[in-house]
């Protein structure tokens, strides 16, 4: 049986936020050393994982009504195959978060000395076959 983690565990944890900034949500975000983990639903619960390395690009929007109650939603693309895009959606610190993010993204992608080149390579050879 897998242990449950304590919140203390995760470098960061927050919930998607909805009316006034309340995190009155099912979704949870939490970032760990090499992966971001996304859980959703109440009743159908879902948890989607992508490991830090895979991440290629993130990308802060802040809309009027998120500014006004101090979020942000991080756009994420990723070479993961079952989630090549995804949004980390209405979260205080938005910008901190991103930064924190994209930091331990390089530090993942030295320690297992991957490049984006690696991943650009891997979708052409992808593209390749397809024309076969």
């Known amino acids: 049986m897998a242990k449950k983690k304590n919140c203390d ?3 960061w944890r927050d919930r998607k936020r909805i009316i006034f900034g309340l995190p009155w949500s099912f979704t949870v975000y939490m970032l760990e050393e090499e992966k971001l983990l ?3 639903g109440f009743l159908n619960k879902r948890e989607d994982e992508v490991r830090l390395y895979r991440i290629m690009d993130l990308t802060l929007n802040r809309s009027l009504w998120e500014r006004m109650f101090g979020l ?3 756009h994420c693309c990723s070479a993961d195959r079952s989630t090549p895009e995804f ?8 910008r901190e978060v ?5 930091d331990m993204v390089e530090k993942q992608r030295e320690l297992k000395r991957v490049s984006n ?3 650009m390579a891997a979708d052409a050879d992808d593209d390749h076959e397809l024309l076969d």
Not at 98 to 102: A, D, G, H, Y
Request: charged content about 30%; hydrophobic content about 30%.
């Open 9 to 11: 565990e995760y470098i």
């Open 38 to 40: 996304i859980s959703s």
């Open 72 to 74: 942000g939603t991080i």
């Open 87 to 94: 949004d980390i959606k209405r979260i205080k610190n938005s």
């Open 98 to 102: 991103k930064n924190l993010i994209s």
């Open 117 to 119: 080149r690696e991943f």
